[in-house]
């Protein structure tokens, strides 16, 4: 079936259900059993690896449901599902270290991921090197002995340059290295991450997949051979995911793709537009002809999604703001994703990053969300020309 029969289509059966379209809400700790024999039973399909509940932990029929659309929108085997896209990324990197082991991470993550592998993931004996991400098949003279996991965000958080997942993939495995993406930036829908050679996606689902700013959840899908580490490292932290937000972020994927190819044509007319406005340096937008990362986005990629970065012809933090204060359509806030249109400060010193060279300007970045093309960009004129004034 094609991906948006799939969209449509997946997730909607459980047994538990009575015949509605959308999979209820079941909220559960206990799950009971009629005698000792089905206990026994059940926990046996447990253990070999079905998806069945035995506690309200794991496997209750939303999480199933969902777990089963992501891992087949990202092309991946199977996937857990976590309290954030925070955590999805932590449990992805823990699945696949020990002590003494080391990690390569690209520059361009997203920030908590940088703190986590500089605090928690230290602690543990475990060592980071970020690198440039546009090092390609340069990754082959970081990796040391112990290198365990390639880490890579294509286009990066913030800064938007878009990475050559295939040589640097085929440089990982070859030393053995496992290779995790976060594609929460263009979703399964516009790059099949694991076609490119990814062991482990993650997925922070607050962003498309929720798609309405109302939830958080996170997932990663593994490969059939990063599946079991996976699924353990998860369960051992304790993960969890609530059926409410299960239940939204199931909803939410039925429109993904539709959202997410309105999101790309909005976005790319307003970054078309603001590259020839006075008031901009510099778009940060892979699917832009004149982007340093476009060859490749072109090459690898099926689309691209709402959020790009703007370097505005302005120094300091006070002009910054002249721009983003009195925009009535783009609000001032973290995360994305949603169906509404946000900006945000980048704030690029914050977790100690190298980034690409620029001109210095003050760099903003915008989540173009379903509103109508020509009353967004109105608004970010007029918050160019406030700026200018
Ligand atoms: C937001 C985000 C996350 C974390 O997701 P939360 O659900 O907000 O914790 C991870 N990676 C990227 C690229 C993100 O933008």
New binding site residues.
């Given amino acids: 079936m094609k991906l948006s029969t799939r969209l449509a289509q997946r997730g909607r059966k459980a047994k538990s259900s009575p015949g509605t379209v959308n999979l209820p809400v079941v909220r559960a700790s206990t799950v009971t059993f009629a005698s000792v024999a089905e206990m026994d039973a059940v926990q046996k399909r447990f253990d070999a690896d079905e998806p069945i509940p035995t506690y309200g932990i794991t496997n209750m029929p939303l999480r199933v449901a969902f777990e089963e659309m992501i891992s087949d929108i990202e092309g991946g085997h199977r996937a857990v599902t976590l309290p ?6 932590s449990v992805a990197i823990m699945a696949t270290v020990q002590k003494g082991d080391h990690v390569l991470v690209t520059d361009s993550c ?1 920030g ?2 940088r703190r986590f592998c500089d605090r928690t993931l230290a602690r543990f004996g475990v060592e980071t090197t970020y690198y440039d991400p546009t090092i390609g098949a340069g990754i082959a003279a970081l990796m040391k002995p112990n290198t365990r996991c390639v880490y890579l ?1 294509s286009p990066g ?1 913030i800064t938007f340059e878009v990475q050559d997942f295939p040589a640097i993939a085929k440089e990982a495995k070859a030393r053995g290295a496992a290779v995790i993406h ?1 594609n ?2 263009a979703t399964g829908v516009f790059f099949r991450s694991f076609e490119h050679g990814a062991d482990l996606v ?1 997925q ?4 498309y997949p929720g798609g309405h700013s109302d939830l ?3 997932a990663v899908v593994a490969n059939e051979k990063w599946w079991p580490m996976l699924r353990d490292t998860s369960r051992d932290l304790g993960q969890y995911a609530s059926p409410d937000d299960l239940f939204l972020a199931l909803r939410g994927m039925r429109t993904l793709e539709v959202r997410l190819k309105h999101h790309e044509e909005s976005a790319l007319e307003i970054a078309k537009r603001l590259q020839k406005h006075p008031g901009v340096r510099r778009v940060l937008h892979p699917a832009l002809p004149d982007d340093p990362g476009h060859a490749i986005w072109k090459r690898d990629y099926l689309g691209s999604s709402g959020l790009f970065g703007v370097e505005l012809d302005a120094t300091g933090r006070d002009r910054m703001a002249k721009f983003v204060d009195g925009l009535e359509c783009f609000a001032l806030g973290y ?2 994703g949603g169906y509404d249109s946000l900006v945000a400060p980048a704030n690029l010193g914050r977790y100690g990053r190298v980034v690409r060279p620029w001109k210095g300007g003050e760099l903003v970045r915008l989540q173009v969300g379903l509103e109508d093309v020509e009353d967004l960009y109105a608004d970010l004129e007029r918050g160019l020309a406030r700026m200018k004034a």
Avoid: F, I, N
Wanted: aromatic share 12%; hydrophobic share 45%; proline share 4%.
């Fill in positions: 954030t896209g925070a955590a999805a990324v997203y908590p991921t965000e958080s976060d929460t930036w993650v922070a689902a607050s962003k958080l959840l996170g995360s994305w």
